[in-house]
């Protein structure tokens, strides 16, 4: 099967290649990128979507991805926003947990899927965790480098793209894809 990713990250391209690998990938070509202002990850992702859908050949599929991470001592931001929060992400949310016991966090994936037909599969995936001290690690991207999953001790970054492919929230979404995908016989 293939899918056209409406986004031009990088990272995410190659994060659910390894996630669906009976699938093929590519970026959508279009012009611009949709504006997300959706108040969910669901939303972003369907805006996305919707937006791959107006661009692609009518024959693919479409993917919409949008995800990010909810800090619970902030109120779960920076949430939709986490790719736009700060421009230093990482120092500037350790700063705004300086001295806060409650590190709790999560990651949150939402994958809207588009048939040529239009019918529409929307799935979701999370990864439950806390905010380290300070950050470690080289591999992933984004806040990998200062969030430890539940039952670790290393970061995402010190687990590596190998671990990430298989337990992410990202990956966790393309599971469920792929079974709802089977189950419905598309």
């Known amino acids: 099967m293939r899918l056209v990713l409406a986004s031009r990250n990088p990272n995410k391209l190659r994060e659910l290649r390894a996630a669906l690998p009976e699938w093929e990938i590519d970026v959508l070509d279009a012009p611009e990128e949709p504006v997300e202002d959706g108040a969910t990850f669901l939303e972003n992702a369907r805006i996305k979507a919707r937006h791959g859908r107006a661009h692609a050949e009518p024959t693919e599929w479409v993917l919409g991805e949008d995800s990010g991470i909810e800090v619970d001592a902030l109120g779960g931001r920076p949430g939709v926003e986490s790719a736009r929060w700060s421009r230093n992400w990482i120092e500037d949310l350790l700063k705004a947990l300086a001295g806060d016991a409650d590190r709790r966090a999560r990651y949150r994936c939402a994958l809207v899927a588009l048939a040529p037909d239009g019918r529409e599969i929307a799935v979701a995936g999370a990864l439950e965790g806390e905010i380290a001290l300070a950050p470690r690690g080289e591999e992933g991207f984004g806040y990998d480098p200062i969030f430890v999953p539940c039952g670790e001790s290393r970061t995402v970054a010190e687990l590596g793209d190998a ?12 599971r469920a894809l792929a079974d709802a995908l089977v189950s419905e016989r598309w």
């Open 163 to 174: 671990w990430k492919a298989k337990h992410s929230h990202r990956a966790r979404a393309a």
